[in-house]
């Protein structure tokens, strides 16, 4: 971030947000606070914490017809049966790299659009532009897919028509190992990135307009203006929404690749969700898919608590 | 558990007092006269007189007799898109009062779902542990349950109960019963389809034939022929090379999961070879098909069809409804694939070409050997199963017998038939929570619509076969429409039943041999050997080395297929 | 607001509205193009011969599923879902939002709180114990089961409490040296300063209700109960021909109507679409902090 380069008003809110040290009110009672979370806690032990307890069911030989009680134990076979597999570090290869190259398009291409729309004058095309992309997110996969397929052939697809106008050879996008996961990142980001493009619209109108006009007296042009105050001021919402991201480094995203892959590019695009749904088919089990939920859930977690760890000791900044 | 035996000496005696009619009339313990129905109507005033009676009737008369009072059992439902008429639905129509008028049952839903999410559903009410009374299973539920001890063993009731058509059904269902004993026990009803209807079929344009003057295939070469000419000898007449001789979806095989229409089945059986299916080899031991010899030459045909551009280019990336695009858009012209594919897909090809003719024929042999057509080990829909302390486990047969009369029985008066089948076209039998069917009934519905065709008359007919009729007169005719047209092609002279008929004359079908529930490594490794075994044959039919076969082989032993070949065998030496 | 435009700004200017023109086309093509469909012929539909226009025009599929009673039904199921469940959400959301974005020094356990909220989106127990758990707290088949597992949405908690850590503190001591409670503060400072945010969530909220499907298939017991989105799920999916009986022949042609799966698709999108601009009313900038600062 360019935090240095910050004009003192910008500088002063991020000390303010990061560290409240010289702001003791201690002296305000904590009761309602207490009292204000409860409701939500008891919702959440009960019907988040309480399942949990069933996540047992990654080290049984699970039965739906014995039950959670009478399901045999097998210690932790299930992941080993996982790890054993021909396939596990391809398709860990594919998961991995599917999800952080979305992860990275997700995190880039909505800051992009959110501050090129915020330099729209005219409300009626920002908010216009503000509905459209936010569109893709309420079609499913499978609608997607069969668009896709369409787009994408290489014989009749408007892409290649676009192509070979410009002399390329037509390119076989979803049959293509080299291709297969630029079309899962790409596609993803054209469905999902007005999701995160609307959080960050609404970072920016918590902006201080009185930053804009002091560093307008400051002779800032536009471009000084969005490097000096606009980026700053979205700066803790990019942190969060980057951190909470690293939740997702094993989520590469089963409805779409489900949709869209095929077995000429299993090399490229078979990921853990999409493996683990075809080892159900054969039979549903549930004790291989909750061990690799787990396992999924815990190198989340890891992920997560480092980067929340390293904020707060680095920069004293708490994420959330 | 066994409450309804302990009646059966009052039962006796009863059959003499007040009911009598109920009982006399299922004498015969086969099946009920016409004047059933109407009896059991007028008969219900008399049976609330009578709640004291316990459930001796219907022990007097295991199959038909009425429970006196009546009773009350729980199910689930995995339903289709259901219609009804007003005032109907699914907890109160034409046979819940059906059901409780002739049997005193009353059938309470403990949940309704659509089909799609069945298993979903069905395993979280296995999991959570409340059963209901009677419901249905897949297989691989049925062989949990019977492991796990949750359910009634039927096969004492199954003797006694079910009336002699249900067991006509049952034992004509293809390896039906036998899937469903577990170490000698009968635990489950099975009800499904003999698997000829499974049989794969040829459909290709007869119009495009005539207009490019070829003969219907007689061998492979044929059929190749044919799919070169359908490319590249312009069938559409459009002045464009725009079309495709063989329709193929990236599923590649019927068994795979998904595509009934552009599926390799039928051009593999072509070779001798039989993907996904277990068979026979010369010494009688049972061998996976995928990896007999036949499939490497069968792939290296289909490898150079799609080197020719005979095969669309981007079927690897199109399930069957996206390849099926291109036969509604008068593009295709041959595809393998299952009895009904004019319903679907291919309806929508004629619906834009009234000219489009799609033929079934019987699939091809690449010698002077027929070509057998391989079909699964079984087609069991539902495996009807009671949970192990049921009040009235015998309520299942009772039911089956009832449906299995008012819809199969040839004296049941015909409108009652229609009442309880298909009213205004609504599907009042689905209606019914556990239904069962003659297993070969389509292709009996063939025989007897050409029958009525030939003599012009249809009096003979039930209702379901008088409108395959209609729909065949109607094209006879010359008035009929694409939804005419597309039941004709199943059900008429030339419909492809008529190509089952000629598998069955000729007893041509081989069916896999496994028909048990997936083995401990099939569980643990097919999805793995599955994925080698896809991914290798598309490659090779896009132009990979046909050698890449031999090292799949070797492969697929190697990961478990020998350990998955053994359990089969040792399963087959024991069953 | 007058600025000067430099040569490179209205360059700038020009390329910014045709880029975004641009992006957003690209985001309207497919329903642009379910809703071509919607109004073609099924045939045509079936062939692939509609693009982004419709083919055959007809409005059959649109009086076909003004007739299916399920459509209707499910949408009023979703209607009651949407209202009750976001309303919980929004509370929920502002409730433990405002306690959590307290200073460490201020509320100690905010951080022990914070980690119990945010474990919930890494771990969950899976389909069956979840359901276990509302089957034992009876909400089965009800309305209840719809709304009370997904009644505490913790990314929007943790979105909604970093908007209400960038609000200005001084406003929030003024309150509580006016003798204003925390209850108070809540409600007479940060709620009116965080419309942008709170309609954010609110969105997120509503979409997040209107748009799920799995567990109303799952949680209710008869497809009349099934809200919009699992209703559509069960015609969209493509049926598994893997079991089919034969029997089933005549719903085999029912199974190509994409036109009437169109025309359902873009009627369940049609409710977002109209309430969407209306929540941006409250997206206008820095209105909220000027205003404040007089």
């Known amino acids: 971030m360019s935090h240095q380069a910050a004009p003192a008003e910008a500088d002063a809110r991020m000390a303010s947000l990061s560290s409240g040290k010289n702001q003791r009110r201690s002296r305000i009672p904590q009761i309602p606070l207490h009292l204000m979370i409860l409701p939500g806690l008891l919702l959440v032990l009960i019907y988040n914490y309480g399942p949990m307890l069933g996540l047992v069911i990654a080290f049984q030989k699970f039965v739906p017809a014995r039950g959670i009680w009478d399901s045999a134990w097998v210690g932790l076979e299930n992941f080993r049966y996982v790890m054993a597999l021909p396939d596990t570090m391809q398709i860990l290869r594919n998961t991995i790299v599917i999800a952080f190259m979305k992860m990275i398009a997700q995190l880039v291409v909505p800051i992009i659009v959110a501050l090129l729309l915020n330099e729209v004058r005219k409300q009626w095309f920002k908010r216009s532009m503000q509905t459209m992309i936010y569109l893709p997110h309420f079609l499913s996969w499978i609608i997607l897919g069969g668009i896709l397929v369409d787009i994408l052939s290489p014989s009749e697809g408007i892409l290649n028509a676009g192509l070979s106008w410009l002399g390329i050879e037509p390119i076989y996008f979803l049959g293509d190992n080299h291709w297969f996961r630029f079309v899962l990142v790409a596609s993803d980001t054209w469905k999902e990135f007005g999701f995160n493009t609307i959080v960050y619209l609404a970072a920016l109108t918590g902006i201080n307009p009185t930053l804009y006009e002091a560093a307008i007296v400051d002779g800032a042009g536009r471009w000084k203006q969005t490097l000096h105050v606009t980026l700053p001021g979205m700066a803790s919402i990019i942190i969060l929404l980057s951190v909470l991201s690293l939740g997702n480094v094993l989520n590469a995203g089963f409805d779409q690749v489900f949709n869209l892959y095929s077995p000429q590019v299993y090399e490229t695009g078979d990921i853990i969700d999409t493996f683990v749904y075809r080892i159900g088919l054969e039979d549903a089990q549930y004790g291989v898919a909750t061990a690799v939920g787990l396992f999924k859930s815990i190198v989340s977690l890891t992920f997560i608590s480092v980067s929340y760890y390293l904020a707060y000791r680095l920069a004293n900044y708490r994420i959330f | ?575 | 607001m007058v600025e000067r435009l430099t040569w490179s700004r209205k360059a700038f200017i020009a390329f910014n509205y045709t880029f975004l023109t641009i992006v957003s086309l690209m985001c309207i093509i497919p329903l642009v193009h379910v809703l071509a469909i919607s109004f073609s012929s099924s045939e045509a539909a079936a062939a692939g011969y509609v693009k982004l226009w419709p083919v055959d025009w007809t409005l059959s599929s649109y009086e076909y599923v003004a007739g299916q009673a399920a459509f209707l039904k499910s949408m009023l199921v979703t209607v009651q879902r949407v209202a009750l469940g976001v309303t919980i959400n929004m509370l929920i959301t502002v409730l433990i939002a405002y306690p959590l974005s307290k200073e460490t020094s201020v509320f100690r356990p905010r951080t022990f709180y914070a980690w119990i909220f945010v474990i919930t989106i890494l771990f969950n127990g899976g389909l069956i114990p979840t359901y276990m758990i509302v089957k034992y707290t009876g909400i089965m088949d009800t309305i209840w089961a719809l709304v009370l597992p997904t009644a505490v949405p913790v990314f929007n908690v943790i979105l909604m409490l970093n908007f209400f850590r960038n609000l200005p503190k001084e406003l929030e001591e003024a309150a509580f040296i006016d003798g204003a409670g925390q209850w108070t503060t809540l409600w007479r400072v940060y709620i009116p300063l965080s419309m942008p945010s709170l309609a954010t969530v609110t969105l997120f909220a509503i979409v997040g209700h209107w748009n799920a499907w799995f567990d109303g298939l799952i949680f209710m017991n008869t497809p009349d109960h099934y809200p919009l989105q699992s209703y559509l799920q069960t015609i969209i999916i493509r049926q598994d021909f893997s079991a089919m009986a034969s029997a089933d022949l005549d719903s085999l042609t029912q199974i190509s109507d994409r036109t009437a799966k169109a025309a359902q698709i873009f009627l369940g999108a049609l409710p977002i679409l109209i309430v969407y601009p209306f929540l941006q009313r409250f997206f206008v900038s820095g209105i909220v902090l000027g205003s404040v600062k007089e």
């Open chain 2, 1 to 575: 558990m066994l409450k309804p035996k302990k009646n059966v000496a009052a039962a006796s005696l009863l059959c003499l007092s007040l009911v009598v009619s109920a009982c006399s009339n299922n004498g015969d313990g086969n099946q009920a006269n016409p004047s059933n129905d109407k009896a059991a109507n007028s008969q219900t005033t008399g049976d609330e007189a009578n709640t004291s009676a316990g459930n001796a009737t219907s022990e007097a008369d295991p199959q038909f007799g009425k429970y006196e009072p009546g009773i009350e059992l729980t199910t689930v439902r995995v339903i289709d898109e259901l219609k009804f008429a007003s005032g109907e639905t699914i907890d109160s129509n034409q046979w819940t009062r059906t059901l409780e008028e002739r049997l005193g049952i009353k059938v309470k839903n403990n949940w309704v779902v659509k089909k799609d999410q069945g298993q979903e559903k069905m395993n979280v009410t296995l999991a959570s542990g409340d059963l209901p009374d009677i419901f249905g299973v897949n297989a691989t539920q049925l062989k949990q349950l019977a492991e796990a001890g949750e359910i009634y063993d039927l096969t004492e009731l199954y003797e006694k109960y079910a009336s002699p058509l249900v067991k006509e059904f049952a034992e004509a269902t293809t390896n039906g019963l036998a899937a469903s004993t577990f170490d000698g026990k009968l635990m489950a009803f099975p009800a499904g389809n003999a698997t000829i209807d499974n049989a794969p079929i040829l459909w290709i344009r007869k119009d495009w034939l005539t207009k490019l003057s070829l003969p219907e295939p007689k061998t492979m070469d044929d059929v190749i022929r044919i799919a070169d000419a359908f490319t590249n000898q312009d069938p559409d007449g459009n002045g464009k090379k725009d079309s495709y001789g063989l329709a193929l979806n990236k599923t590649l095989f019927w068994t795979n999961g998904g595509g009934s229409f552009g599926i390799l089945e039928g051009f593999m059986n072509g070779y001798h070879a039989y993907p996904q299916s277990w068979i026979k080899d010369p010494g009688g031991n049972l061998v996976y098909g995928s990896i007999q010899p036949e499939m490497k030459t069968a792939l290296a045909k289909l490898q150079e069809m799609y080197k020719n551009g005979l095969i669309d280019k981007e079927f690897g990336v199109k399930d069957e409804v996206k390849e099926a695009e291109l036969a509604s858009a008068g593009r295709l012209g041959m595809g393998y694939g299952q009895m009904w594919n004019t319903l679907f897909p291919l309806t929508d090809s004629r619906k834009n070409d009234p000219a489009a003719d799609w033929q079934a024929y019987p699939i091809v042999s690449v010698d002077s050997t027929s070509a057998s057509p391989q079909t699964p080990a079984s087609s069991i829909s539902n495996y009807y199963v009671v949970r192990k302390d049921a009040e009235h486990p015998e309520a299942l047969f009772k039911m089956l017998n009832l449906f299995g009369e008012l819809q199969f029985d040839p004296k049941t008066p015909k409108e009652v038939w229609q009442q309880h089948s298909k009213v205004d076209g609504i599907e009042v039998w689905q209606y019914f929570p556990f239904a069962v069917g003659r297993p070969d009934k389509n292709l009996t519905i063939h025989h007897n619509v050409v029958a009525a065709l030939e003599n012009k008359d249809a009096s003979a007919l039930n209702p379901e076969e008088l409108d395959a009729y209609n729909n065949s007169l109607a094209m006879q005719e010359g008035t009929g429409d694409a939804t005419n047209w597309s039941y004709d092609k199943v059900f008429g002279k030339a419909g492809s039943f008529s190509v089952i008929d000629k598998y069955v004359t000729e007893k041509l079908i081989k069916s896999s041999e496994y028909y048990a529930a997936p083995t401990a490594t099939m569980t643990d490794k097919n999805a793995t050997l599955l994925k080698m075994e896809l991914e290798t044959f598309t490659k090779i039919i896009m132009g990979a080395s046909v050698d890449e076969f031999d090292k799949f082989v070797s492969d697929w032993k190697k990961l478990g297929g020998d350990q998955i070949t053994d359990e089969v065998n040792s399963w087959n030496a024991t069953k």
